[in-house]
Each structure stands twice: as C-alpha cells, then as structure tokens.
C-alpha cells in the first residue's frame, strides 16, 4: 500500500503516522470501513440516540445543543471506546447563536467583518479553538469562504464574510489557520461557492451563474488560497456549476445542474485534479432538499461517495444508509477502491490532528476572562448605517416613552420566536418601553421614540427573510403607517443586514449582525452613546437603492 501522498500537504504526515493509518485501515471489516464514512448527528445527551450511536460506531459526530466542557469529554470519551478507530467530532464554530453553549457569544463572520481588525479575527478564533477542544471538538465547518452577492441569499447572510473578496480572503483565511494551528481542522465551505444565487440549498439545488472565467476570480481565488494554505477539508455542497460541466459537455443539459456532491466533474474532476486538493472532502448534510430534490436516497447516496466524497454527512436512518451503500457496491455502481480511498483519507486527518497518540491534557478555559473580551468585541461590530435626523444618542430626557415593534429572535431549533432582551435593558435605563400590540394607535402624544427589531439572522430552511410590515402590526392598514414623520424612529436588525430594501426612507438604521445577549447588551450602550458605532459597511446595507441614504 502506497500512501506517500499522505505526506503532501494538507496531511503532512509522517512516517509513524503513516504506519498508524495502514495500521488501523488493515484493521477495519468491510462493514467497519463503510461505517467509517458516516458522521451523524448527535444533539443533546437522549440515551437512546447515544446508544444507536454507539452500535452503528460511525467515524463521526457532530455535536449541537451540547453541555458544559467536561460532560462533553466524558461523552465522547464512551463513544471512542465503542468506536473502531478516534472519532472525528465535529460542529459548526460560525459565533453568534451557534457558540457553543458551555462558551461566550462571539461574533459571526458578518460581524468580524464589520469590525474588519484581523486581530481580532485572529483572537477570537483563537478562544473558539480553546473553548471548542475543552469540549472535545476537533473539526469545524468553517471557514465560511462564501460571497454575499445576492442580497436576498438568506442562507449566507451573516454566515459569510461580506461580499468583498479581500476581505473574505483575509478574514476566513485567517480564521483556518488559527483554527488548525490549535488542533482543530478545518472545513471550508461550501464548494463550489454560495451567494451569487438567493435561494437556500437546504430547500433546492442552488445555482452558480457565473462563467468559468468569473468563478476562477471570485469563488476559484478562495478555495485556492484555503488549499495552499493548508486546509485539511472541504465541504461539498449542493451546489451546481453549470458552465464549468458544459466546458466538457455543451449537451449535458439536466447534468449541468447536479449539485457538486454528487458530481464527479466538481468534487473530483475540478477540486481534487485541478485545484490539487489532497485533503479531506465531507459532504454537506445529506438530508437537504438541494440533494434529495435531485433524486431518490438510495441512488444519490452511493453517488455521493463515487463523485469523491469521503464523509457521509449526516442520516435519518444509518442503517438503511448502509443498505444503499451495500446494494450499490454489490451492483458495481460504487467501487471498494473509492470507499477504501475515503476511508484512508478520513484516517490520515484523524492522524493529522494527533488523535492517533495520547492527547495531552486540555486546558481550562478562563470563561470569565472570554466573556469579558466577548463583551468588548459586541461593542466594536455593530454598523450605524444612517441617522439623517440625528435621533440618536437615545436621551431619557426626550426620549423617555419608547414604542417597540418586534418580531422576536427567530432561531430554526426553537418552534416560537425568542424574546429580546433589549426591552428590558432600556427600561433598567430609565425608559418607558411598550411593546406594541395589534390595534394599538400610535401618536406623537404617547410615545417620543419608535424602535423596530428585527432578529433573523441567517437560517436554515428560511427561503427568504424581508421586512413583514403585516407580521408587525398585525393589521392591514397599519401595515402601511410609517410614524417616522412625527416621531423620532430607529431600526436595528440583529441579523440579516438588508433590512432597508423595504424601508428605504427610514431615518435611522442599524445593522447588528447577531442576535445574542452579549449583542443586544453592546447595542443598548451604544444607543445611550456609552460607545463610539462602527461604521464599517462589510456588506452593501442599501443594496444598491440611491434613495436608502437619504
């Protein structure tokens, strides 16, 4: 067995390591090796769910709604002892509302931008590792090397990094390799490239319009950066690339449009021949729309795996999963070479990140001191877009009766919307605040300020987020009533940053970018004028609309 190319980046491997991957891979029955290529969901501690896991003994996890750091190690360490070879443990490490619940609230990609010091990039990525391998998590699903192009992509959002290239390049690049350099592998995603189409994979096959010329400046440039620089995975998405298949087959017609994860020409073809990435490809979720609108389960599957991917990500029913997987190996729809190749390279990351020796002991995380820095960080990020009637710093002496309009914090793991907090902060500052209700007549004899809050971030399975004058107000006519003329108005969304498309003539208007507590808290001081706004624009908040800046 030949497995000198392990020694080339990303892997780097050496010659024990490489011994220790032969090792282990001689080890492995076929039904072990298929089992390999499975990383399944593991949410929350259900007993039952923990010991299907443990009878199925995949190659990975990814955690989500986890506990504290040491219940998390003591978890995993019972999952590795049923396991064949050290589990790869992964989650998605993008701040904001996917912080690691035993951690602080960190910023997401939209808002590191907004900041845009790569100091600070470069610190908090820093502390996510700490507090991330505390929990005994070693692969992430970012960076996110998506472009925010489309401003009604409600899937990237605040989940990337803006829409400007240099940016993206040095921020997600940056946040890989500290990533890496700690211990922790990274994903880069989502290959072949999110945002120039405003619809969510989650739902349907997204699309790239662009040629194969305009791909190799925009998204191209990314992934060969993330690649030369070392990543150790990609994520393939459900993502098709039409002009690139018809540069070899100008009839492919529907082919054209199959989502890269299942595309030999994409994930295998242009990633792995021509970018030369000799890493580790991980699919994205297996059970999004954008794969399984394409065709049945038991036939993407398996081709999922022929087109180049070495990790199954995610699975209602493992051992169904594991039937397609048999059936089509048998057929010869799916070969043992490639499962043996996914399964090698799914063993030298494992490798490359140590687990195949003694892990020395994890530090403690200093949370009160990551909790501090977490709070002067949410200070720095939020943009004050426009104010043309110069209604802020908020003043309790003119100020004092505050109207409301909310939606809540809308966040696709919760049935109901959360409540904001900020309410609250600003009546512990001295504010009359109502929230308003349907009905309810607003006047300038009432209320000396209106607030509107908006937290929808960037969500799973949201096909578009916009303003809802109608789910505001609950009512048709008010709907249509805009108070900013007779009493001083401000609008803060806490996610999704395009806010203005629907309310151009708003006087005042804030982009967020996260709906935490560490944000809103950071937000009320910044409304009383305790601290100075950001005014740093990562994305283009008028989208395109002259009449947004005025």
């Given at each position: 067995m030949n497995l000198d190319y392990l020694r080339r980046n990303p892997f780097n491997l050496d010659s024990d390591a490489i011994s220790w991957v032969e090792m282990c891979f001689n080890s492995l029955t076929q039904d072990e090796k298929i089992r390999q290529l499975f990383t399944l969901q593991c949410p929350g501690n259900d007993v039952e769910m923990i010991n299907r896991i443990k009878d199925f003994r995949p190659g990975g996890i990814t955690r989500m709604m986890a506990g504290n750091a040491a219940s998390e190690r003591e978890l995993i360490a019972k999952l590795n002892d049923a396991c064949p070879t050290p589990l790869l443990v992964s989650a998605d490490l993008e701040g904001s509302r996917m912080s690691l619940p035993s951690g602080a609230e960190w910023p997401n990609p939209l808002g590191l931008a907004a900041i845009d010091d790569i100091a600070v990039t470069e610190k908090v990525s820093l502390v996510m590792v700490q507090e991330a391998r505390a929990a005994g998590i070693n692969w992430s699903f970012t960076p996110v090397l998506d472009i925010n192009h489309a401003f009604r992509s409600a899937i990237v959002a605040t989940r990337g990094f803006g829409s400007d290239i240099?940016?993206?390049?040095?921020?997600?690049?940056?946040?890989?390799?500290?990533?890496?350099?700690?211990?922790?592998?990274?994903?880069?995603?989502?290959?072949?490239?999110?945002?120039?189409?405003?619809?969510?994979?989650?739902?349907?096959?997204?699309?790239?319009?662009?040629?194969?010329?305009?791909?190799?400046?925009t998204f191209g440039r990314l992934y060969e950066?993330?690649?030369?620089?070392?990543?150790?995975?990609?994520?393939?998405?459900?993502?098709?690339?039409?002009?690139?298949?018809?540069?070899?087959?100008?009839?492919?017609?529907?082919?054209?449009?199959?989502?890269?994860?299942?595309?030999?020409?994409?994930?295998?073809?242009?990633?792995?021949?021509?970018?030369?990435?000799?890493?580790?490809?991980?699919?994205?979720?297996?059970?999004?729309?954008?794969?399984?609108s394409w065709s049945k389960r038991q036939d993407y599957l398996?081709?999922?795996?022929?087109?180049?991917?070495?990790?199954?990500?995610?699975?209602?029913?493992?051992?169904?999963?594991l039937n397609y997987l048999n059936a089509a190996l048998e057929k010869g729809r799916l070969t043992w070479d490639r499962v043996d190749d996914a399964v090698i390279r799914q063993l030298a990351m494992k490798a490359a990140l140590g687990l195949h020796v003694p892990s020395p002991a994890v530090p403690e995380v200093d949370q009160q001191s990551n909790a501090g820095y977490s709070n002067v960080v949410a200070r720095r990020a939020p943009t004050l877009v426009k104010d043309v009637q110069n209604n802020l710093p908020l003043d309790a002496s003119k100020h004092r009766r505050i109207l409301i309009f909310s939606t809540g914090v809308v966040f696709p793991f919760f049935p109901q919307p959360l409540p904001f907090i900020l309410p609250d902060l600003l009546k512990d500052s001295g504010f009359d605040v109502t929230i308003y209700e349907a009905g309810m007549d607003v006047t300038?004899?009432?209320?000396?300020?209106?607030?509107?809050?908006?937290?929808?971030?960037?969500?799973?399975?949201?096909?578009?987020?916009?303003?809802?004058?109608?789910?505001?107000?609950?009512?048709?006519?008010?709907?249509?009533?805009?108070?900013?003329?007779?009493?001083?108005?401000?609008?803060?969304?806490?996610?999704?940053?395009?806010?203005l498309y629907d309310a151009p003539r708003a006087p005042t208007y804030i982009n967020a970018y996260s709906t935490t507590e560490t944000t809103q808290r950071a937000v009320h001081d910044l409304l009383l004028g305790k601290c100075i706004w950001n005014e740093i624009n990562p994305i283009d908040p008028f989208v395109g609309l002259e009449d947004a800046r005025y």
């Open positions: 240099d940016i993206i390049e040095k921020h997600a690049i940056c946040q890989m390799e500290v990533f890496q350099k700690h211990g922790i592998a990274a994903a880069v995603k989502h290959w072949p490239g999110e945002g120039y189409d405003d619809r969510d994979q989650h739902l349907v096959t997204t699309v790239i319009p662009l040629s194969v010329n305009e791909w190799r400046k950066k993330a690649i030369s620089g070392g990543a150790l995975s990609v994520m393939s998405a459900h993502i098709a690339f039409p002009a690139y298949i018809k540069t070899n087959d100008k009839d492919a017609g529907i082919n054209a449009f199959k989502p890269a994860s299942i595309s030999h020409e994409l994930t295998t073809q242009l990633l792995r021949e021509d970018l030369g990435f000799n890493g580790l490809i991980v699919s994205d979720a297996t059970p999004m729309a954008g794969l399984g398996p081709e999922l795996v022929k087109a180049g991917c070495d990790v199954i990500l995610f699975s209602d029913d493992p051992n169904e999963d300038a004899t009432d209320f000396d300020f209106v607030l509107y809050l908006f937290g929808q971030e960037t969500l799973l399975t949201l096909g578009r987020i916009n303003l809802d004058w109608l789910g505001l107000t609950g009512d048709f006519g008010a709907a249509m009533k805009r108070h900013w003329h007779d009493i001083p108005t401000a609008m803060i969304s806490f996610g999704y940053p395009y806010m």
